[in-house]
């Protein structure tokens, strides 16, 4: 997440938050940020939306 992105996300939060506290919501976004583009990506008025999580049971 780009530094203008975060700070103006904290900013409508009114969150306070200390460079280490920063530093862990980057990592945290960037561990879900792949999950959360496949969500966006998906046709939520077809079947996807109810199967779309389910990749760990595909082989």
Avoid: C
């Amino acid at each position: 997440m780009e530094d203008k992105y975060l700070e103006s996300l904290l900013t409508r939060l009114k969150l306070d938050l200390n460079d280490e506290e920063i530093q862990w919501v980057k990592t945290a976004f960037d561990g879900y940020h792949p999950q959360i583009e496949e969500l966006m990506s998906l046709d939520l008025s077809g079947d996807e939306v109810g199967t779309a999580f389910l990749s760990l049971k595909k082989s």
